[in-house]
């Protein structure tokens, strides 16, 4: 099984998905234990200090001016744990908790934070083992991080809550503990706040929202180019020098995927053995690559914040190198929860063009030729028409979906907590946008396959023969009459959500950008 080795450094993209979603291993460096040691010191020595230091001596938040006496303060950090993990809702996801726990590891291993050595090793083995605490929807502001999510999964690391084990069922985390030889922790100063006090929730569900984006950005070049071939499109459109003079990143490889797509077709450039010819192609069509490029740039923003926040350590109050223990604010989520609300704008726009490109394929008086709705007996069949009313209502929520969370604030903590970030809210509607967004581009898939198989006597380019024989084969059924439509749409998106697309393309175009 692939190993994860967490130092004192941060951590990578990939090492995060490889934890939660591949159950990777998990070690902790020498480096890293060493580094535990030295800041448990600092921690240790401040702690038998008369004067009063956050998260060591002190209560927490509002509470922080009340000087906790030794013999209380193990009580104390037992307290906030309790007491952070009131969560409501849903469960969350299993890959979520998995990123969010790795990741306050990542901040733990760090050195700043003042958590002893088996702490960080106890954390590690819960992961391993594959228990997996329940946390809920609802709890996180997303300000001085994601407290109630991870006060959830710091209550499993004391033996108390419940928790999923590797089976799948539910069961008291004490009891999963202990058939794994897994001793509960007994929190000492600082550690219970040390263990709250992070972006690790919203931050893990960016990376993963970037990796699923990454696929279906992909997929929708795909799509796009087999459209534009269906409508008997102009590929002149992508044609390098045209993007090269608009120099966007994204946008020149957007249109070097869809061009790479189109190589070789037989159905582009009809435009003039029509009865009415076309000067060029609608917006949809012709704009593809401008508005998937400008999500992908939006996506490489995106990317390097994370990238920051990954080699970063997530804690307040935080120790310093030189023996200091600081307070501050770098909890705040307010870098993550930006891009993460800029992403589900982008995701909606993506998903609002392919619509539109569907429903062009649909509609007999703009489509060139094809049957209405692509039935094969129009008005006794519906052929697709009900499939694009689906795809216009996920539409609809993503453009919901893309209202930020992050312009919004609500003071807690007895104003003390007066402006927060909204991080978690963000990423949380980020993930249903995500899920939006796969199901719109195996609509558009549907119907631009069918389509093009409706274009008798024209032969696609050798990607989208490619495209449409993957299609077919993951049981997405091609041009006929009329039949139950939903297995077939579940069909396509579990294609497209597998990077299946991309992978039946990639042979005959090469990588795709």
Known sequence: MHTVVVGTSGTTAEDVIAVARGNARIELSAEALEALGRAREIVDALAAKPEPVYGVSTGFGALASRHISPELRAQLQRNIVRSHAAGMGPRVEREVVRALMFLRLKTVASGHTGVRPSVAQTMADVLNAGITPVVHEYGSLGCSGDLAPLSHCALALMGEGDAEGPDGVVRPAGELLAEHGIEPVELREKEGLALLNGTDGM?????????????????????????????????????????????????????????????????????????????????????????????????????????????????????????????????????????????????????????????????????????PFLADDAGVDSGLMIAQYTQAALVSEMKRLAVPASADSIPSSAMQEDHVSMGWSAARKLRTAVDNLTRIIAIELYAATRAIELRHGLTPAPASQAAIAATRAAGVQGPGPDRFLAPDLAAADAFVRAGALVAAVEPVTGPLA
């Open 203 to 371: 931050l893990g569900m960016l990376v993963m929202a970037l990796a699923d984006l990454d696929t279906l950005y992909k997929s929708a070049d795909i799509t796009a180019a087999l459209t534009l071939e269906a409508l008997l499109g102009t590929e002149k459109v992508l044609q390098p020098e045209l993007h090269a003079i608009r120099p966007h990143p994204g946008q020149g490889a957007s249109a070097a995927n869809m061009a790479a797509v189109l190589k070789g077709s037989g159905l582009t450039g009809h435009f003039q053995e029509e009865s009415a010819p076309r000067v060029q192609d609608a917006y949809s069509v012709r704009c593809a690559p401008q508005v998937a490029g400008a999500g992908r740039d939006t996506m490489a923003h995106a990317a390097l914040v994370a990238s920051r926040e990954l080699a970063a350590a997530v804690d307040n109050p935080v120790v310093l190198p030189d023996g200091r223990v600081e307070s501050n604010g770098n909890f705040h989520g307010a870098p993550v929860a930006y891009v993460l609300d800029f992403l589900a704008i982008a995701a909606a726009d993506l998903g609002s063009i392919a619509e539109r490109r569907t429903d062009r394929l649909l509609d007999k008086n703009r489509s060139h030729g094809l049957p």
